[in-house]
């Protein structure tokens, strides 16, 4: 799928902002960082999804999110 049709519709809900990495680092996997945990999800032929309740985890995640989120560009 592509990201920036994807991100015009986040673009629409409340409290979000939208920013796109550079096109070399296409996934169709994401994650999604909670307070004690992180949430993968794979879109493979068979998707799978699957979650990690640890807030160490979550944290460090956090962390390569904040680079990444100051590497992109709206």
């Known amino acids: ?3 920036t049709e ?15 990495l550079p096109n070399k ?3 169709p996997n994401w994650i ?7 949430l993968f ?3 493979l032929k068979n998707p799978l999804a699957f ?3 640890d807030t160490e985890l979550a944290n460090s995640f956090r962390l390569y999110f904040d680079i ?4 992109s560009k709206p």
Request: glycine share 2%; net charge positive.
């Open 32 to 38: 999604d960082i909670f307070p004690d945990a992180v």
């Open 6 to 20: 994807y991100g015009k519709v986040r673009k629409k809900m409340k409290l979000t902002t939208v920013k796109y």
């Open 51 to 53: 979650v990690v309740r």
């Open 68 to 71: 990444m989120w100051k590497n």
């Open 25 to 27: 680092l296409i996934s």
């Open 1 to 3: 799928a592509d990201a």
């Open 41 to 43: 999800t794979m879109v």
